[in-house]
């Protein structure tokens, strides 16, 4: 976004852009990778496990001491997905939406299912109408699992923080969680879920 007009890259271009800018192509396949995708081809079903995380989506919000908000999603996406499938991480929005005047929101979980909600912007938006976090989290959740029959066939967790530092969290499943540091204490929190 700095060094370009444009805000997303994406394919040969992305690829000739990263090159041109000195960055390094390099394979990150690791043996067990190879290994684990080998014994998925015998069935090759394209179904996520619930809580069997079959993506490595790390969310991060933070907060400074003026009260800026700055968030973050890497992942390497879904794993075994068809050629050319692209998730929710990278689209602004939808894995992940700050708006520095209200908070931040950032998802994990299948993409698929985000991008439908474009949960991410729902869950900032709410907070802007007055939502505490807590609240803008359950109504995207809420929102994912009214737009999706299958709800209880695949697992979307959300954490949300304010322009207050005030933080929420939700998913559809249990044994989602999170961590949450300050000055004071770093503790793992469960979130609360739908079912
Ligand atoms: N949330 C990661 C993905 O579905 O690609």
Redesign the pocket.
């Known amino acids: 976004m700095e060094d370009t007009p444009h805000v997303m890259m994406a394919g040969e271009g992305a690829l000739a852009l990263a090159l041109d800018m000195g960055m390094e192509k390099e394979n990150l396949l690791t043996e067990d990778s190879e290994k684990a995708w080998k014994k998925w081809l015998e069935k090759s079903q394209y179904k996520p496990i619930i809580n069997i995380e079959n993506?490595d989506?790390i969310g991060l919000l933070a907060i400074d001491d003026n009260g800026d908000i700055a968030g973050a999603c890497t992942?390497s996406?879904?794993a075994y997905?068809m050629n050319g499938?692209v998730?929710?991480?990278p689209i602004i929005g939808s894995?992940l939406y700050v708006d520095n005047a209200v908070g931040g929101a950032v998802?994990?979980?299948?993409?698929?299912e985000?991008i439908k909600s474009v949960a991410s912007f729902l869950a900032v938006e709410k907070m802007r109408d007055g939502a505490s976090p807590q609240e803008a989290c359950q109504i995207a959740i809420d929102r994912i699992m009214e737009k999706s029959p299958h709800y209880k066939d695949f697992q979307v967790g959300i954490i949300a923080l304010n322009k207050s530092g005030e933080i929420g969290s939700y998913a559809i499943h249990p044994y989602f969680n999170y961590a949450h540091h300050t000055v004071q204490e770093n503790v793992l929190i469960d979130s609360k879920s739908a079912l």
């Open positions: 993506h989506t992942t996406g879904l997905k499938r998730g929710d991480s894995g998802c994990t979980g299948l993409g698929e985000v």
